[in-house]
């Protein structure tokens, strides 16, 4: 009697563990022949986070969590208070450029009209010279037929020389007006750049404004609110984190004497543990080209069969469009790959999504 109390206990935990193992067993993927593979997994999808450019204000928060946005759609606004003061210093700044254009282009006209009547200085007092030389050539004529004094001929000398003087100063008066036109020319071509600069400070500031109102890069839903109205954030702080639910798939793991014969583009299906009565097609669209987890790299046999690689089964996006409101990220399941292009699907593999 004692005995069979002693074994009621062991039985009972023999009983427990057989319950355990079948349970474990039972969720584990059913073999379909040497065909396909499978491997657990979680369903993903690609996340965007959505931020300022510009440290700021948060002024509104124009959508709420779980909401689903469209590409270019308006999502949240920063305050531009001082963005708007900023261009309106920049407006001015560009408008007194243009006006330092305009004073330049008439500094350019006033030195050109110098040089014109410096010009026709030049002229009169080269004719004034050209009829000293000739008075100077008759009264030396004159002088030595003694028909001329000597003082005559000296004064004739002197008004040369004197006529060459004026005429050398004009002419450095005209070297002088081309360098004024030059320099006035300089400070328009500076006045030109200063108005494009203005004008470049008043498109990077409207970009400023334009960045200002944050708007959504793809379509997707809103997973989460990171900001709220009235906070203030540096430059990339994040107000909200998109998930796109039309680009969504499956990372699993294989061995590596399986994902050698994986090809990128093989069909795939998904089985999801919250939906076991859907099998949902999916593509392959990666396939690792080293080990992703193993406890070491290792040359034994029996070791390098521990080497995995990871594997992407893509959903098709026309499907998951179709079915916007059912997708959920995270969920566990079961990706199956087709080794054998020949094989046929098996029943339990067969598509079926909701419709």
Do not use: C
């Not at 920049?90 to 110098?114: F, M, N, P």
């Not at 026709?120 to 050539?137: F, G, I, M, Y």
């Not at 998109?242 to 583009?265: H, I, N, Q, W």
């Amino acid at each position: 009697m004692a005995t069979k109390n002693r074994l009621l206990p062991v039985l009972a935990i023999a009983a427990l563990a057989g319950a355990g193992w079948w349970a474990w067993q039972s969720r584990q993927p059913q073999g379909h022949g040497e065909g396909f593979a499978s491997g657990n997994g979680r369903i993903e999808a690609t996340e965007v986070d959505v931020a300022t450019k510009l440290a700021g204000r948060v002024q509104e928060m124009l959508v709420d969590e779980g909401a689903f946005v469209s590409a270019g759609q308006s999502l949240a606004t920063m305050q531009i208070d001082s963005l708007v003061a900023q261009r309106n210093e920049a407006l001015a700044r560009q408008q007194q450029a243009v006006t330092g254009v305009a004073q330049a282009q008439a500094q350019i006209a006033a030195r050109e009209s110098d040089r014109l009547a410096v010009q026709a200085q030049v002229v009169q007092r080269e004719s004034e010279l050209d009829a000293a030389r000739r008075r100077l050539a008759r009264s030396e004529t004159l002088a030595r037929d003694g028909a001329s004094s000597q003082q005559e001929l000296d004064d004739d000398r002197a008004r040369v020389h004197s006529a060459e003087a004026v005429v050398a100063a004009v002419r450095a008066q005209v070297a002088a007006a081309q360098a004024a036109i030059a320099a006035a020319r300089a400070q328009r071509v500076g006045a030109d750049a200063a108005v494009q600069a203005a004008a470049a400070t008043v498109a990077r500031i409207d970009a400023d404004m334009d960045d200002s109102t944050l708007k959504a890069p793809r379509d997707g839903r809103v997973q989460f609110r990171l900001a709220q109205p009235g906070e203030v954030l540096a430059g990339g702080g994040k107000l909200l984190n998109l998930v796109d639910l039309s680009d969504v798939s499956m990372s699993f793991f294989l061995p590596e004497t399986v994902a050698g014969r994986v090809a990128l583009g093989s069909e795939a299906r998904i089985v999801l543990d919250a939906a076991p009565q859907y099998v949902i097609p999916a593509k392959i669209s990666f396939v690792a080209s080293t080990a992703q987890f193993t406890p070491k790299t290792v040359e034994t046999a029996s070791e390098r069969q521990k080497l995995m690689f990871r594997v992407k089964a893509q959903i098709d996006p026309a499907l998951l469009r179709k079915h916007l409101q059912q997708v959920k990220t995270g969920l566990p399941g079961v990706a199956w790959v087709k080794l054998d292009t020949q094989a046929p699907w098996p029943d339990e593999l067969t598509t079926r999504v909701p419709e």
